[in-house]
């Protein structure tokens, strides 16, 4: 997906680690957002960013955290990784938050 | 909660027939109704997009049709092809100082038989 790549594509931790993943855009918007999928539920919103150090929670933010130090980086942080965070990640870009987003190419976390 | 509901869950077609996917929402706030479309192990990708002001949008072989009394919108594909199998999501935005949220519905898995 040009202009936005997600960093690890596949990881396997083990539970009550902390676990870091990683969204770096290179189209300057600046709106980012953190979504997991799981069957029967869609895309969940996590965390989403308005602006560099400027975060808000989703609809399922227990168990994560989120940082943006500069426009270009959002890091979703796992505080301490439980089973049931075991899912698939996806980052997102929006340039004025009313048109839409591309996503990056996904993380598949696999807690064991 | 916000929500979005999704249906059907699944779906299969004929090379040639139409799809159909509907979504219902509850806000009346939101202001822009995108569909994306996920092939396997890779990220959804915007496919079309409607705003409340408008009842229908067309690009190519997709259509959106959106009721705004009734609160729904649906995704038409019209003479479904292989290729178009993969997993369709609807989304919802709400305006105003919503910060581009998209709250999705549920997905429906798309198969198309040749």
């Known amino acids: 997906d040009a202009g936005i790549t997600q960093s690890p594509r596949h990881k396997v931790t083990e539970t009550g680690t902390p676990v870091t993943l990683r969204c770096h855009q290179t189209?300057?918007?600046?709106?980012m957002y953190w979504y997991r999928q799981d069957p029967g539920h869609g895309l969940r919103l996590i965390h989403y960013?308005?602006?560099?150090?400027?975060?808000d929670k989703g609809e399922v933010s227990d168990g994560y955290s989120v940082s943006r130090s500069k426009t270009e980086d959002f890091l979703l942080t796992l505080e301490s990784a439980t089973s049931s965070q075991t899912s698939v990640y996806f980052c997102?870009?929006?340039?004025?938050?009313?048109?839409?987003?591309?996503f990056g190419s996904g993380t598949r976390l696999t807690v064991v | 909660q916000q929500q979005v509901k999704q249906s059907p869950q699944s779906l299969i077609v004929q090379k040639g027939g139409i799809s159909i996917i509907n979504c219902a929402y509850e806000?009346?706030?939101?202001?822009?109704f995108p569909w994306y479309q996920q092939f396997p192990g890779k990220g959804p990708a915007l496919l079309i997009a409607?705003?409340?002001?408008?009842s229908e949008k067309k690009e190519g072989r997709f259509t959106i049709s959106f009721n705004k009394s009734a609160k729904q919108f649906s995704l038409h594909i019209m003479d479904s092809q292989p290729g178009d199998s993969a997993t369709y999501f609807c989304?919802?935005?709400?305006?105003?100082?919503?910060?581009?949220?998209?709250?999705f519905g549920q997905g429906t898995i798309l198969t198309v038989h040749p």
């Open positions: 189209e300057n918007h600046r709106y």
């Open positions: 997102a870009i929006s340039l004025t938050g009313t048109n839409g987003y591309t």
């Open positions: 409607i705003r409340p002001d408008v």
């Open positions: 989304a919802s935005h709400a305006g105003g100082t919503s910060y581009g949220k998209l709250t």
């Open positions: 960013s308005y602006g560099v150090k400027d975060t």
């Open positions: 806000n009346t706030a939101f202001d822009y």
